[in-house]
């Protein structure tokens, strides 16, 4: 029981100054969040030797509580206790690792957003970060303006991470329908990440970059209509239309021809299971090349084309099938 009390006080005295226990008096969710990322972000900014004695101590209070559970006075440390340790474990990934105190910030309040947000606690992170909803809908210049006029890292990183997660669900959002759209704007928001990451990019440029993508997104679903096409022939236009050398020697024009014949061509050899059936796939692949040849599609940049259009087959069919249709 000693011990308990001992390592117990060591974690307040290294918070010493922190506002952390009038956040947990609150019973609401957002309350705890904020007492959670106050409290790491204090740590932080202190010195590595102080972040290693709270981390310590809250392993051993941990130990330690584990011998005296049975004893009543232990129940009026459990709650501190369990704050102090999930203190301690998100700060712990990032120990002993070379990562600078802003990278170790940015992986606590991951791993906070990581247990916050869930079916009740989801809309009120969002909105204790300033973000009125989890759409990416909210991402425009306006929501930029702001928060290059507002300052806080602690701030600024959840609001990153929470981005980060709108956009990463939109971009999967697109990949059930169009493959080579989900990768383009894989590529980017993970380019954008790393980029921030490894410090190539302010916070405020960050954000601007993600605002950009978002854009882009946005403009995905009017893309399609504005090229003359159906959301089927727009993912297999894409697909057709990934090599350079296909667009000069043959045109957009020849190349949406392609993707119309392409849906048909899908839907005459494909069944409800076919993308688990290999003599199925074989005889899809046949077919599109034939329809590649026909048209006089790059030899060279043939099978490149077909593996991404029995890809995107495959992708058609597992929305349908989701969606309680056939192909």
């Not at 009026?76 to 990032?94: E, M, N, P, T």
Request: aromatic share 6%; with cysteine; hydrophobic share 45%.
């Amino acid at each position: 029981m000693y011990a308990l009390q001992e390592h117990i006080e060591i974690c307040r005295e290294r918070l010493w100054g922190c506002a952390w226990e009038e956040a947990l008096k609150s019973a609401a969710h957002d309350a705890h969040l904020q007492a959670l990322t106050e409290a790491e972000n204090y740590l932080l900014e202190g010195s590595k030797e102080s972040r290693a004695l709270f981390i310590s101590s809250a392993r051993k209070a941990g130990q330690a509580w584990t011998l005296c559970t049975s004893n009543p006075k232990a129940l009026a440390f459990r709650d501190d206790l369990s704050f102090f340790q999930a203190v301690a474990q998100d700060l712990g990934k990032g120990s002993g690792s070379g990562a600078s105190v802003d990278q170790i910030r940015e992986q606590a309040i991951r791993q906070v957003v990581s247990d916050a947000v869930g079916a009740a606690g989801m809309i009120d992170i969002y909105q204790q970060a300033g973000l009125a909803k989890p759409d990416i809908s909210i991402l425009d210049d306006e929501f930029l303006n702001r928060f290059r006029a507002e300052s806080g890292p602690n701030l600024q990183a959840l609001r990153i991470e929470l981005i980060r997660r709108i956009l990463d669900t939109a971009v999967r959002t697109v990949g059930k329908r169009n493959l080579v759209a989900e990768r383009k704007f894989s590529e980017m928001l993970a380019s954008a990440i790393n980029a921030y990451e490894n410090r190539t990019l302010t916070a405020a440029e960050v954000v601007a970059a993600l605002v950009e993508l978002a854009k882009e997104m946005k403009q995905e679903a009017d893309r399609g209509a504005k090229l003359g096409l159906k959301e089927d022939e727009l993912a297999f236009y894409d697909a057709v239309r990934q090599n350079d050398s296909a667009v000069m020697e043959m045109g957009d024009e020849v190349l949406k021809q392609i993707a119309e014949e392409l849906v048909v061509v899908v839907r005459q050899n494909a069944t409800v299971d076919w993308d688990k059936k290999e003599q199925v796939r074989a005889l899809l692949r046949r077919s599109v090349r034939r329809l590649l040849t026909k048209y006089h599609y790059p030899p060279d940049k043939q099978e490149s084309a077909i593996d991404l259009v029995v890809e995107q087959a495959e992708r058609v069919a597992r929305l349908q099938l989701e969606e309680g249709q056939k192909v």
